[in-house]
């Protein structure tokens, strides 16, 4: 068990650029989830993927926002045009059933 | 998922227990309480879980009131590695979908 995979760990961009996270789940788990947290904030919840299939989306994740996981295997999460207000840690967690095993993070700042 | 309450920070000695309170008095017969932890700069890392009957392993342990309306959080003996912000969820497994809806938490400080 090699844990949750996240890639990069920090990005920094300016505002109008496109970003692109990679997740590597634990191997065997079937789901995949996205959160965003902000300083002082819990995370919150982005979308939810079982297998390949994008299976929930939250309002947080507007039309510049899309998400993929093809294969069922890991997944991408990209912001287009990206703007100050998304300066976040974006958290990728995978599970099995009931327990989420989180990875550590893609730290974002847009400038 | 059941709202949950927690106050925003705690500190406790080294060594000693920590007790961290939860109130949930709107958890419904089927949703579970998990607890979760977040140390700086890494993701949020699970603790433990219960229904109704008291919880034990080998991080902690969680005691939950009869009435359900209320739990804690119980690390035997805290180590400055434990300061963490600790999270409190109620969450109902009954579907496909396991996510979780995290709070602001309780900030726990370890001092030496």
């Known amino acids: 068990d090699t844990g949750v995979s996240q890639d990069p760990r920090h990005k920094i961009t300016k505002r109008g650029q496109n970003v692109t996270f990679r997740c590597d789940p634990i191997s065997e788990h079937n789901r995949l989830y996205w959160y965003r947290q902000t300083l002082g904030q819990g995370p919150e919840f982005l979308t939810y993927f079982q297998n390949e299939a994008q299976l929930e989306k939250s309002r947080l994740l507007s039309d510049r926002f899309s998400a993929e996981r093809p294969k069922g295997s890991f997944s991408t999460l990209e912001i287009q045009r990206t703007e100050q207000g998304d300066s976040a840690m974006y958290l990728c967690a995978s599970s099995l059933a009931e327990k989420l095993f989180f990875g550590s993070g893609t730290q974002l700042s847009v400038l | 998922d059941a709202k949950t309450t927690q106050p925003p920070s705690m500190d406790c000695a080294e060594g000693r227990a920590a007790n961290l309170p939860c109130n949930h008095s709107t958890i419904s017969g089927n949703e579970y309480v998990y607890w979760y932890r977040q140390i700086h700069s890494q993701g949020p890392q699970y603790i433990i879980h219960?229904?109704?009957n008291n919880e034990t392993n080998e991080m902690a342990s969680l005691i939950i009131t009869e009435d359900r309306k209320s739990s804690t959080l119980i690390l035997p003996h805290a180590t400055l590695r434990d300061t963490a912000v600790y999270y409190c969820?109620?969450?109902?497994?009954?579907?496909?979908?396991?996510?979780?809806?995290f709070g602001k938490g309780t900030l726990l400080t370890v001092n030496p």
């Open positions: 219960g229904l109704k």
């Open positions: 969820i109620g969450f109902n497994s009954g579907g496909s979908n396991y996510k979780l809806t």
